[in-house]
């Protein structure tokens, strides 16, 4: 079943890259959708193999977290698809869907990766917390909050820089969110896990740049699959700062801005040329992006 699965898959994606008549809105989407599929197989299938239990079969174990991941890369894509609503709709209540969602397809896909039983664990990230339910977990806890350390490093990056808390918004969307000073170049951004917008902006509506920061806060917690893959290290933490980490903190670390800075752009022509503006873009407007501004 699960082979059968990835066959089905690999043929659509392939087809879909291979689509190249022309540069469409379609043709984006397509591959915005295949991104998405492989970003959650490859790092889901690499991670279980990383995490393969000792006797298991590699093959057996990296197919399955493959078939899983893709599964979960398939419901990411659905809620960064939801995002256009906020911005179409010009209401931020639609973020509370699109985050369940990205919290589903991202737990599944950790799930995959550290070899779990398919549905063992789920989080949903709210404010500076993650509120986790480990269904493995044989002790009385199965349900834990813990706090996210960059949701309160990026607020104190906006306080510093004298933007103001947006309690409207951050209480609409569960994401905590600032209002940004008018700038010229910038409608809006966001620091690990804050998000910063201009209202009243002339160019652009503040829906329209919140829909595209929540797309970068989608993918801050996309990277985080990556904290599946040091496991085998977590023997090696010392008893106190491993015990806060199980218990207390959940150390979201910012491997997106790893990636983010391979992909930057100098030239601000080609701004959507970075993989991650494209795709912050895109699903904000729901129209074709173009490469080069102007
Ligand atoms: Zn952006």
Redesign the pocket.
């Known amino acids: 079943m699960k082979v059968t699965v990835i066959i089905l898959l690999f043929i659509f994606v392939y087809g879909n890259f291979n689509a190249k008549s022309q540069v469409s809105r379609e043709y984006q989407q397509r591959e915005l959708l295949a991104y998405n599929i492989l970003f959650g197989g490859i790092t889901a299938g690499i991670g279980s193999a990383i995490n393969k239990p000792k006797g298991s079969k590699l093959i057996k174990t990296v197919c399955a977290a493959f078939a899983y991941g893709m599964l979960g890369g398939v419901i990411n894509f659905s809620s960064k698809k939801v995002l256009y609503n906020i911005n179409k709709n010009e209401d931020y209540r639609f973020a509370w869907i699109a985050n369940t969602g990205s919290c589903m397809g991202n737990s599944i896909i950790y799930n995959a990766s550290l070899n779990n039983k398919f549905g063992s664990y789920w989080f949903f990230d709210l404010w500076a917390a993650r509120v986790e339910l480990n269904l493995r977990d044989k002790s009385e806890n199965k349900f834990k909050i813990k706090v996210l350390p960059n949701a309160l490093i990026g607020s104190c990056i906006y306080f510093a820089q004298k933007a103001t808390l947006d309690v409207r918004t951050t209480l609409q969307t569960g994401i905590i969110t600032f209002t940004l000073q008018s700038n010229p170049y910038f409608y ?3 620091y690990m896990r804050a998000i910063g917008t201009e209202k009243n902006s002339a160019g652009v509506t503040e829906y329209l740049s919140y829909a ?2 929540m ?2 806060y989608f993918q801050f917690r996309e990277h985080l699959v990556f904290n599946t893959w040091l496991k085998p290290f977590s023997k090696k933490v010392p008893k106190v700062p491993k015990a806060v980490f199980e218990k207390w903190v959940y150390l979201d670390i910012p491997w997106f801005y790893g990636f983010y800075a391979l992909e930057t752009q100098n030239d601000l022509r080609n701004y959507y040329q970075n993989f ?2 494209y795709e ?2 895109f699903f904000a407007t729901n129209s074709y992006v173009s490469m080069k501004l102007w």
């Open positions: 809006g951004n966001t595209h920061e797309t970068h991650y503006e912050a873009q």
